[in-house]
């Protein structure tokens, strides 16, 4: 590439971000100048041929992306993974940018973003070129690794890499999961789009992303031709649950146990098994939530590939019993102890399971009368779930939280929490979402602590002052 034309390149680069262009396309949901375009037209024209090949085939990727993943999608015959790192480092100066992405542990290699001009560009003469299916395949595939990467991450432990790599990743993985988007019919990879779902069930279950994990699962589903399998009808169910609609869950539920047994998917009936003692515990039968919560532990292995943990079984049985059988519930946030230890030895931490056992904790502290230890708990869970993302568990745990302050004559700090979670609420979920009857009941019993005072015009202030600060910020105050 002569000195003139790789100059040329660059000022176009630049010259695209110093003013708005008079005309424009839209592309990839943003309007982006016509003269941008030409800009980058310019700068292809200016590169050598396996520079230009690289360009078209960088075009697939949604958002950031790093050398691991330069390799496995863009190299081909013509284009050997052997020669991509160089190709890439003449490159990236002409049509990327540098992102700093990275999260803490990863390894410091430099990641890039193709801009939409240049992306534009690539996307079309990629496939004037003819290849754009068999790279778009590759694209797929690279998907499927980075979704069970993740899996795996929070699987041992690695929970908030796990979620960090998962969200970075988002952008193509979203494009992956839909069918639609595929180079063959969208029958034909309905099953990858699905199987990227169900590795990704940590992401919508446990990081409060339940209303996307809802919606792209039923998408992939809906075009999927063969019988779905046994995990991708349990995590069906479980985001029927969690977005307030157990009667959803339960045919669900039915289907997947079926589907279990045809496969010989003995995991993934003690994955129903918990899952029904989730849909017990969120209508409010305790003592079948138990029940369910036991014999999840019975079929569970000791180190599970998939799915909740142990430890989050016998929270889960603590939780069913806290309110009824506090002697119980300690015991088996015990037993919880004791797995988690030999899970650390092992994969490390159950991050999401713990925060529910802070709000056993708590419970079983205002049983005791010692609210201040009870209050310590639930600020601890409030935040354990807000670190991970959960809405879910976050507004039960400050609900939890206000009732104690009430009980403790902190009105101004439980009308605060409460403001903060009505809104939460409403952001995240629809209007026709239905807090569990546990959640139900901690909030009725602060709201009764309060009683008439609600009435009182500082503590509506009080309360509408919390709905605009939010939970991150009174977590660290109430």
């Known amino acids: 590439m002569s000195q003139e034309k790789g100059g040329e390149a660059t000022r176009g680069l630049e010259y ?13 949901g943003e309007h982006v100048g ?15 041929p396996a520079e230009r090949l690289l360009w078209e085939r960088l075009s697939v ?30 490159l990236a100066p002409l049509a990327l940018l540098p992102v700093d992405d990275l999260f803490d542990g990863e390894d410091g290699l430099p ?3 193709m801009p939409h001009p240049m992306r534009a560009v690539g996307a079309r003469r990629l496939t004037a070129r003819g290849d754009r299916w068999a790279v778009l395949l590759h694209h797929r595939r690279w998907c499927v690794k980075v979704a069970r990467r993740a899996a795996d991450w929070w699987q041992r432990g690695r929970q908030l890499d796990a979620r960090d790599l998962a969200l970075r990743e988002l952008p193509d993985l979203a494009a992956a999961m839909d069918p639609t988007t595929a180079p063959l019919s969208p029958s034909a990879e309905a099953e990858t789009s699905v199987e990227i779902a169900v590795a990704l069930w940590f992401l919508w279950v446990s990081c409060g992303r339940i209303a996307e994990g809802r919606s792209r699962l039923r998408h992939a589903l809906s075009l999927h031709a063969g019988p779905p399998s046994a995990r ?3 995590l069906a169910a479980f985001l029927e649950l969690e977005s307030g609609r157990p009667e959803d869950a339960d045919p669900l539920l039915a289907q997947a146990w079926v589907a279990a047994v045809r496969d010989g998917d003995e995991h993934c009936l003690s994955l129903l098994a918990h899952l029904r003692g989730s849909t017990a515990l969120y209508q409010g039968r305790t003592r079948a939530a138990a029940a369910e919560f036991r014999e999840a532990l019975a079929l569970m292995e000791e180190h599970p590939e998939f799915g909740p943990s142990r430890q989050a079984c016998w929270v889960g049985l603590a939780l069913s019993l806290c309110r009824s059988d506090p002697e119980g519930a300690q015991e088996a946030l015990d037993e919880a102890d004791t797995d988690r230890e030999s899970r650390r030895a092992w994969v490390g931490r159950d991050l999401y399971a713990e925060a529910w056992a802070y709000h056993v904790r708590a419970e079983l502290g205002a049983w005791d009368g010692d609210r201040g230890r009870a209050a310590e708990h639930a600020r601890r869970a409030l935040r354990e779930h807000l670190r991970l993302g959960s809405a879910v568990g976050a507004a039960c745990a400050a609900e939890l939280l206000a009732q104690i302050r009430a009980m403790e004559g902190q009105h101004d700090a439980a009308a605060h929490l409460l403001g903060a979670v009505d809104l939460l609420r409403t952001s995240v979920f629809d209007s026709s979402y239905r807090p569990s009857e546990y959640c139900v009941a901690t909030r009725a019993r602060g709201e009764e602590a309060l009683g008439a005072l609600l ?17 991150f910020a009174l977590s660290c105050e109430v």
Do not use: K, N
């Open 16 to 28: 695209m971000w110093a003013a708005e262009p008079p005309e424009t396309e839209r592309l990839w």
């Open 111 to 113: 990641r890039y973003w």
């Open 232 to 234: 991708a009808l349990w």
């Open 455 to 471: 009435a009182d015009p500082e503590l509506r202030s009080a309360y509408e002052e919390g709905a605009r600060r939010g939970l």
């Open 61 to 90: 990727f949604e958002g950031a992306f790093g050398r691991e993943a330069v390799r496995e999608v863009c190299a081909s015959g013509s284009l050997p993974a052997g020669e991509i790192q160089a190709v890439l480092d003449r």
């Open 34 to 48: 016509l003269d941008h375009v030409a800009a980058a037209e310019r700068g292809y024209e200016g590169c050598g």
